[in-house]
């Protein structure tokens, strides 16, 4: 402990005051903005339990329905301060409700019949989230400051650029007309160059990341959309996204470009990582015994990595699939009609990173005889 | 007419069987496994008796043993992942359950409930419970690999300097983990935000304040999962650090004793 104290600096100090302030008035703020919200908002004071039914729907599933008596206080608006009564009905599965609880915070809609002199009445539409969320995300950021320190902190930081980005390039998308792949193509650009710059610095190692990861993404969209091309989109069912009013396709392949993205620029700079630190360690070492390697910690990361796609992507839809097999959906209907985007996009995102182990080799190896020369 | 889906698995399949060899094959076929493991669980969930915290765990195991032992073999390298693995699984689990009984994210949003009107949303199962299993599953691939990218340098570490301590050993295996931290969450990063991109569009098209985005439900959820994954691939570092600190210098003073 002692020793741990001495090897703080003035900076550590510093970065600890500044994300402690951060913490606490980033909390102190989500717990009192109810001033923010143009829609009300009530704090629930009371509940009591006003009757339950058993219920069993056309494919005798058995459930329970609770319905709630609610008393909340309004917290903004012109009513703040008064009291609200609220009816909530739940149902024990709670697929599309909640059951809720004193001191929970929900956004409410008055009844338009509610006289001057009577107690004010409504309904709920939903949970305040908010305060949460920012809980969580300090959960998040902590862990991964305690964890990786240093690199943790980069982390932080680059999930934070690339959030921000990537609200940017939505809004212009958005607002403008212009083609949403020529917009994702110059944003993976940047995501690209940012995050392994911001992790690795200025030096070989990166240049030789960055470029295996945009020829391998690039490359990988290619492959993807002439696959699609091939077939005539044939099993690809764009059911799930048909609320947009947007040419499917597009944002279909916008998403799977972005998707596979983080997957590359990690397997890109695996692989470049490895080749810099056998050069560094022996300058003279061969160009074949450079690629033997190469291949031998490809082969390594490929299973692993096309196996984090597919379970991020795939996962998902658990809850969907629940719900069509609950609803004695056909299985083979169910699985085409929920899984068939999630699918291509892992199997696009394996290529991807498949791809991208001898590109990023063959760019290493680029590079690495560039170093030589000088 | 040949399937997308089919032609780009047959394309996958031929690269990586060209660049991997054997192992590329085997990677190849883990993804069939995982996706009858999937397939197994969502089966079982269906059953309103079973506890899908229960399932998930049992399910996260044998995703594990497929990505760790099928396609690396069964070493120690691998079984401290394996452990490891199922440690960080247990713990996180519960706070995941926790966060989304607290925040309300199971089940549907808004936004998805309208095409679903012809289906009968009262079903029995524990939507709370099958919220938790989806973060936790969404984040396993990356866990193992997570594990098995600490354990695996570890015991080169330890082959090189076979008398080297415990604490120094943890400390190598947390020096490795940092440097991989920031990419791995990176990665699952823009997995998410590529499934979700759809939706994010769809708020900006119609026009949502920050306030809507932030409260709901879809991007709670989005951003949950984000931070659960961030928190599990932080967590699984000092563990299997731990671990296989544990198991190699056991191994060592074993082997002396004799």
Same mark, same amino acid.
């Given at each position: ?188 650009? &940047?995501?690209?160059? =940012? +995050? %392994?710059? !911001?992790?690795?610095?200025?030096? @070989?190692?990166?240049?030789?990341? #960055? ?123 169910? &699985?085409?009609?929920? =899984? +068939? %985007?999630? !699918?291509?996009?892992?199997?696009? @995102?394996?290529?991807?990173?498949? #791809? ?19 | ?258």
């Amino acid at each position: 402990m002692n020793r741990m104290i001495k090897n703080l600096t003035y900076k550590h100090i510093i970065l600890f005051i500044i994300f402690a302030f951060c913490f606490i008035t980033s909390v102190i703020f989500v717990y009192h903005n109810y001033a923010f919200y143009e829609r009300p908002i009530a704090k629930i004071t009371q509940t009591s339990m006003e009757e339950v039914t058993d219920i069993t729907d056309s494919y005798d599933n058995e459930d329970q329905l609770f319905t709630q008596r609610i008393v909340a206080e309004i917290k903004n608006g012109d009513k703040k301060g008064q009291l609200i009564h609220l009816t909530n009905e739940y149902s024990a599965s709670g697929a599309y409700d909640y059951p809720y609880q004193v001191g929970n915070e929900v956004f409410i809609v008055f009844d338009k019949n509610s006289k001057e002199n009577t107690n004010l009445t409504g309904s709920i539409t939903d949970l305040k989230r908010d305060k949460y969320l920012v809980i969580i995300g300090w959960i998040f950021i902590f862990t991964l400051l305690i964890v990786g320190k240093k690199q943790g902190l980069f982390a932080s930081i680059s999930l934070a650029v690339n959030i921000i980005l990537l609200s940017y390039t939505l809004d212009i998308y958005v607002n403008t007309n212009i083609n949403l792949l020529w917009l994702c193509g110059i944003t993976v650009i &940047l995501f690209t160059v =940012l +995050s %392994l710059l !911001l992790v690795n610095g200025f030096n @070989g190692k990166t240049y030789a990341a #960055i470029v295996a990861t945009l020829l391998g993404t690039f490359i990988a969209l290619l492959i993807t959309y002439l696959a699609m091309w091939v077939t005539d989109e044939n099993g690809l069912h764009y059911e799930e996204m048909q609320f947009l009013t947007r040419p499917y396709q597009l944002v279909f392949l916008a998403g799977l470009f972005i998707g596979s993205l983080g997957a590359v620029m990690d397997v890109a700079i695996s692989i470049s990582s490895a080749m810099f630190e056998l050069y560094q360690k022996n300058k003279n070492i061969s160009v074949k015994a450079l690629k033997k390697s190469g291949f031998d910690i490809g082969k390594d990361i490929m299973g692993t990595m096309t196996n984090i796609l597919f379970f991020a992507y795939i996962s998902g839809s658990i809850p969907m699939l629940i719900l069509y097999l609950k609803n004695y959906s056909p299985l083979g209907f169910t &699985l085409s009609i929920n =899984l +068939s %985007l999630e !699918l291509a996009r892992a199997l696009a @995102g394996g290529i991807g990173i498949v #791809i991208t182990i001898p590109i990023g080799l063959y760019t290493s190896i680029f590079f690495v005889n560039r170093m030589r020369e000088k | 007419m040949m399937n997308v889906l089919f032609l780009l698995a047959v394309l996958l399949f031929l690269l990586m069987v060209l660049i991997g060899g054997k192992k590329g094959a085997r990677s190849f076929i883990s993804l069939f496994l995982n996706f009858g493991v999937v397939l197994f669980t969502v089966f079982i969930m269906t059953d309103p008796n079973g506890n899908p915290i229960i399932i998930t765990i049992f399910a996260c195991t044998a995703i594990s043993s497929i990505n760790l032992f099928y396609i690396n073999k069964v070493n120690s390298k691998t079984v401290t992942a394996f452990i490891s693995t199922v440690v960080t699984i247990t713990i996180l689990i519960f706070f995941i359950y926790i966060v989304t009984k607290k925040t309300m994210i199971q089940g549907f949003g808004e936004e998805e409930i309208d095409e679903l009107n012809v289906f009968s949303l009262y079903l029995g199962v524990d939507f709370v419970k099958i919220g938790a299993a989806v973060i936790i599953m969404s984040t396993i691939g990356a866990i193992t690999d997570v594990a098995i990218s600490i354990t695996s340098p570890m015991r080169e570490i330890f082959r090189h300097h076979p008398s080297i301590s415990r604490k120094e050993l943890f400390t190598s295996g947390l020096t490795i983990g940092k440097d991989i931290l920031g990419s791995n969450t990176n990665t699952l990063f823009f997995a998410f935000i590529g499934g979700y991109l759809a939706l994010l569009i769809w708020f900006k098209d119609l026009s949502y304040t920050f306030g809507q985005i932030v409260n709901s439900k879809i991007f709670s959820a989005e951003m949950i999962t984000i931070f659960s994954a961030g928190i599990g691939i932080a967590l699984i570092i000092p563990i299997s650090s731990w671990i296989n600190a544990y198991y190699l210098v056991k191994r060592r003073e074993k082997s002396e004793g004799n």
